[in-house]
């Protein structure tokens, strides 16, 4: 079937404007997972769903981060005026609720000029 | 809080020989599991293989195997038979085994070169 998809694939933005990043997890998967990938860094955790609910937004940088998730399906990261040190690779994964195992999609490459 | 740390940035090995990941984690909690996962160039994050805290046998998938040592939290990744598919980074994660739904933990990498 289907793996997790992500959209866009890469994002240049302007310093200061506002991004959405999408996640379309495995059909079924309830949890699904926000990471950023840094350059030369691991992930860094970001926001946590189960169905449509967060129960885990400890990693979210800053309040200019945000993401919601409807119809526990797809997922979008919102990032508000953007700056230059959230340049990264925005990875989303997606896990059953019966195993432990997460399916990452290809991640977005987010540039801010 | 958890931590994974992997002390090798970058590492090389000559085709069709072995090379060893290392990997350290510090953890309190006695339930858990661990993950090497390979990130070739296409940013795919893929999962090459995983052991339960609990068992005690190391895992292995096919060239892929593990050493791990949980008195000293330890988790090493040995590719045998190195392919020039093999070099990517490679990510050693960590993940509570107190709730499914837990966050994964991930070490810094290592990128691993393969020399034909």
């Known amino acids: 079937g289907a793996g997790v998809s992500q959209s866009p694939s890469n994002k240049v933005t302007e310093k200061g404007k506002d991004v959405e990043l999408r996640c379309d997890p495995i059909?079924?998967?309830?949890?699904l997972y926000w990471y950023r990938q840094s350059l030369g860094q691991g992930l860094e955790f970001l926001i946590y769903f189960q169905g449509n609910s967060a129960p885990d937004k400890s990693g979210l940088p800053s309040d200019r981060f945000s993401a919601e998730r409807t119809g526990g399906s797809v997922s979008t990261l919102t990032i508000q005026r953007t700056q230059q040190e959230d340049s990264a690779v925005y990875l989303c994964a997606s896990s059953h609720i019966r195993n432990y195992e997460q399916y990452f999609g290809p991640g977005t490459r987010l540039t801010v000029t | 809080a958890q931590t994974v740390t992997q002390s090798q940035p970058e590492m090389s090995v000559q085709e069709a020989e072995t090379v060893t990941l290392s990997c350290t984690y510090d953890t309190s909690e006695s339930d858990y599991y661990l993950f090497w996962y390979k990130q070739p160039p296409s940013r795919q994050m893929i999962l090459v293989i995983r052991?339960?805290?609990?068992?005690?046998q190391n895992a292995t998938e096919n060239r892929f195997s593990v050493n791990f040592q949980k008195a000293a939290k330890s988790f090493s990744l040995k590719i045998s038979d190195s392919q020039l598919g093999d070099a990517a980074m490679y990510f050693c994660a960590y993940r509570s085994g107190m709730n499914r739904d837990d966050k994964i933990i991930f070490g810094k990498g290592t990128r691993l070169h393969i020399l034909p």
């Open positions: 052991q339960e805290a609990y068992k005690q």
């Open positions: 059909s079924g998967h309830t949890a």
